[in-house]
């Protein structure tokens, strides 16, 4: 089993719908939980992170943190064709002071008008 | 405020040829890491360098050479590129949480 499991897709929605992007994982040391978004040919960009376990909300994004069930989301309010991209999840705990991600292979994500 | 500035931006290298891929962060982060990506394969880690002074291999070193510069700038080597190294390279710094750069795509022929 991977430390961390994500649905490759892609995902296909129409605009304004609800996107629920998930990803599960088996260490149950990891603290800090990241979301990531990578346009085609870009670098990826923090969108959002969380510490421990609860919810955090940026906008139409909200980051969910299930430590019980090892299971994290990020949800999209009101989708639009620029969220279109793939969605990088990743975790870390403290290694030897340096916190090494470890991330999910992506979700590629569309939204069509 | 840049973040993580990688350069060059493209390269093209023939088979056995060397070059020096760089990277620098104004963010005051102690951690920096070298990432490279592939269709289907995901981030994997090359290199990282915990503080200035350290360096410690990824998943995925062998064919690279690292060089932690000072705190701003880590660097990463090919002695002698080959095809298997055509790839996207991500360098990113972190506190807590990462901060990637641009990336830099390189195909060796």
């Known amino acids: 089993q991977k430390e961390v499991e994500q649905d490759p897709g892609p995902l296909s929605v129409p605009e304004g719908a609800i996107v629920s992007l998930n990803c599960t994982y088996s260490n149950s040391a990891f603290q800090y939980f990241m979301w990531y978004r990578q346009y085609s040919r870009k670098g990826p960009e923090l969108l959002m992170y969380?510490?421990?376990?609860g919810n955090k909300e940026d906008g139409r994004f909200t980051a969910q943190v299930d430590k019980s069930s090892k299971y994290i989301s990020l949800f999209i309010r009101d989708s639009q064709p620029s969220d279109s991209a793939t969605y990088l999840c990743a975790m870390s705990g403290s290694s030897g002071g340096s916190y090494i991600p470890t991330f999910g292979r992506g979700t590629s994500l569309i939204v069509h008008p | 405020n840049a973040g993580v500035t990688q350069t060059p931006k493209f390269q093209v290298l023939k088979t056995g040829q060397s070059m020096t891929l760089q990277c620098a962060q104004d963010?005051?982060?102690?951690?920096m890491y070298w990432y490279r990506q592939d269709p289907g394969m995901g981030l994997r880690l090359i290199y990282y360098?915990?503080?200035?002074?350290?360096?410690d291999k990824g998943e995925v070193p062998n064919g690279y050479n690292v060089s932690r510069l000072n705190k701003r700038e880590f660097s990463l080597r090919l002695e002698s590129a080959a095809p298997s190294q055509t790839s996207v390279y991500f360098c990113?710094?972190?506190?807590?949480?990462?901060?990637f750069g641009a990336g830099t795509r390189l195909s060796v022929l």
């Open positions: 969380t510490y421990s376990s």
């Open positions: 963010m005051n982060h102690n951690s």
């Open positions: 990113a710094s972190s506190d807590n949480i990462q901060y």
């Open positions: 360098s915990a503080s200035e002074g350290t360096t």
